[in-house]
């Protein structure tokens, strides 16, 4: 039986990531027109989206006296906190409009919960409950992906982790992500996807070579 076509999965493009967003990632523009000619190649297109409530545990407003880029111990790990970001029903969750999205593509929203965040679109951050990714994965009879987005070093780098402990193929295309970068975590994630046996590709046309059409 003949390998099934490469999915690709774009993670968070959404308005509060890019410039002028609430939790803006550096450079994030330069990955929008990558991201789009992407979308052009892949038959099957899945996106990630933040959804968060308000009062989200993620949000260093919910902890009086926390701020920003502080870390609590929660029961399912460590939190990074966060601004306020991506919450459900407002414009800085909705995909940036530059964006342009396939009547085909679908969709999964993370970090739905108040108590728990979510950066990899295959399980919330206590690594065991389901996101949805991979059931939409296996709905597709897709054993490989292709992994661009926002960020890098965050759910970028979650999802791929995720992915390449279930057994899927991976590769990352480099020029259509970008990184927050603190304190060098976007080499870190690198080492990490290499390590976990993620490809790396420079460029959308080194990505290409995977392409498939249904």
């Not at 996106?47 to 701020?67: K, L, M, N």
Request: aromatic share 6%; hydrophobic share 45%.
């Amino acid at each position: 039986m003949p390998a099934s076509p490469p999915v690709l999965v774009v993670v968070d493009p959404q308005r509060d990531f890019f410039p002028g967003g609430e939790l803006a990632v550096p450079g994030a523009d330069r990955i929008i027109e990558p991201i789009n000619e992407l979308m052009d190649m892949f038959a099957s297109v899945i996106i990630t989206q933040d959804w968060h409530p308000p009062g989200h545990v993620s949000f260093a407003a919910s902890h009086p006296g926390r701020q920003i880029g502080d870390h609590l111990t929660l029961p399912h790990g460590e939190q990074q906190l966060w601004p306020v970001h991506c919450v459900a029903n407002t414009a800085g969750a909705e995909i940036d409009p530059r964006i342009a999205v396939p009547p085909q593509a679908r969709i999964i929203r993370k970090g739905t919960r108040t108590s728990i965040d979510s950066y990899s679109g295959f399980f919330e951050n206590d690594g065991v409950t389901p996101v949805g990714l991979h059931d939409l994965l296996v709905d597709l009879s897709a054993t490989s992906m292709v992994v661009a987005g926002l960020a890098t070093d965050v759910c970028v780098l979650a999802t791929v982790l995720d992915a390449c402990r279930l057994g899927y193929d991976v590769t990352v295309v480099e020029e259509a992500s970008a990184a927050i970068d603190c304190d060098g975590s976007l080499s870190r994630a690198w080492a990490q996807m290499n390590a976990a046996a993620a490809r790396r590709a420079a460029t959308v046309t080194e990505a290409a070579s995977l392409r498939r059409r249904g």
